[in-house]
């Protein structure tokens, strides 16, 4: 059996860890507060959410880069 990199190790730790679950579920929710509070058309709510997602998005990973280094 072919064992993974030590890389492909610690990803796969983090997701098993539910590191990536609080996000997902920050954006899940995010869309859905946008388009069920929506006044306008579905498009603006998406692009609403996109933006914001994109905002906190680069944020987080940003701090995430500072703590490694």
């Known amino acids: 059996m072919n064992r993974p990199s030590s890389s492909c190790n610690s990803r796969r730790s983090a997701f098993e860890n539910g590191a990536s679950t609080a996000p997902a579920l920050r954006d899940a929710a995010l869309l859905c507060q946008r388009i069920t509070e929506r006044t ?25 880069l500072r703590s490694v280094t």
């Open 40 to 64: 306008g058309a579905l498009r603006d709510a998406v692009h609403a959410y996109e933006s914001e997602m994109l905002d906190y998005g680069f944020d987080m990973v940003e701090r995430s």
